[in-house]
């Protein structure tokens, strides 16, 4: 009998190490400490498998603070030939 095909296309909802890590654009001994700290969700089981829930990834990238601008660079972006 046919392998049944799902028609549509979507993100998987858990990751691996190496794609969570890859998902968040770092090493994995990069997402490893920031578990290890407690900045990044610990990982959830199955089974012996440890996998990270995307969404709370996602919520982790959220709660990021934003880069803020210095004066300069908000005066650059309205006025560009002042870099000379």
Do not use: N
Request: glycine share 2%; with cysteine; net charge positive.
């Amino acid at each position: 009998m046919p392998e049944k095909t799902d028609a549509f296309c979507y993100p998987p909802r858990v990751l691996s190490l190496d794609a969570a890590a890859r998902y968040l654009s770092i090493s994995t001994s990069k997402f490893s400490a920031l578990v290890a700290e407690g900045r990044l969700p610990k990982p959830k089981k199955i089974d012996k498998r440890s996998i990270w829930d995307r969404i709370q990834l996602d919520q982790y990238v959220d709660d990021l603070p934003q880069e803020h601008s210095s004066p300069r660079d908000e005066f650059l972006k309205h006025f560009p030939l002042a870099k000379k």
